[in-house]
């Protein structure tokens, strides 16, 4: 489900976690996905720089 609506939205590069539907909305929270980077202290591949 959530690949279809990330295709009608336009948003194939971020990732949907949520989707929420109310009386008056329709709520998405959207987020970009993480990339692994090398830390600058050890040299180690890690997504959290």
């Known amino acids: 489900m959530h690949q279809g609506i990330a295709a009608l939205l ?27 980077a090398c830390c600058p202290a050890c040299g180690a591949r890690t997504r959290r720089v």
């Open 10 to 36: 336009g948003l194939q590069s971020w990732m949907i976690y949520r989707v929420e539907r109310r009386e008056e909305a329709i709520e998405v929270f959207v987020g970009k996905p993480r990339n692994e």
